[in-house]
């Protein structure tokens, strides 16, 4: 879909932006998606008598940024539909 926007969008510079939202919305939930993968890997194979301190931390800090990474690919899927509906609206409208 975001190809034929590009394509037949008047204006060329808001579908290279879609496209680009599109890749990095893309990589963002790959990255969230990834540490999901190791955060439950390092937290059932970690020993619970070793995870203190240090290594409680960052089990801790991942999660939250697994969380962050999640809602940031969220937020990132809105803008990318927003602006393909805006495209898609100016060129409803130019055609007119």
């Known amino acids: 879909m975001v190809e034929k926007i590009v394509a037949e969008t008047a204006q060329p510079a808001l579908g290279q932006t879609l496209k680009k939202t599109e890749k990095v919305a893309s990589e963002v939930q ?17 020993p619970e008598v070793l ?18 990474l999640a809602r940031s ?18 060129n409803t409208g130019s055609a007119a």
């Open 30 to 46: 790959s990255a969230s998606d990834n540490l999901a993968v190791v955060s439950t890997v390092l937290e059932q194979e970690i």
């Open 73 to 90: 690919a969220e937020k990132l899927a809105e803008v990318k539909a927003d602006l393909a509906r805006e495209i898609e609206n100016k």
């Open 51 to 68: 995870q203190v301190g240090e290594v409680a931390q960052a089990l801790e800090h991942a999660a939250e940024l697994e969380k962050k």
